[in-house]
């Protein structure tokens, strides 16, 4: 191998390496550069945005004054979700 050879695999190595690098960290990053959540912090996300939901259904039937039927109707949408 002559000198121009050993330049050439040197420039070509640095440059794959650079492109694995940058690939690789590209895949822990959404489109705009953001980094991805991991999948447990969106379970837990999800779960939050249900239970407030709950909650929120919840205080509504105990500060409403429209009768028994409709407390019962709202209490079998809980358990449906």
Request: glycine share 6%.
């Amino acid at each position: 191998m002559g000198p121009f050879s050993m330049v050439v695999a040197i420039v070509l190595i640095a440059t794959l390496g650079k492109i694995f690098s940058e690939r690789y960290k590209a895949m822990g990053r959404e489109q705009d550069g953001q980094p991805l959540p991991p999948a447990d912090l969106i379970a837990a996300r999800d779960e939050i945005r249900q239970l407030k939901e709950r909650v929120a259904v919840l205080e509504r039937v105990i500060t409403d004054n429209h009768g028994s039927t409709d407390l019962s109707r709202q209490i079998e949408e809980l358990r449906d979700r």
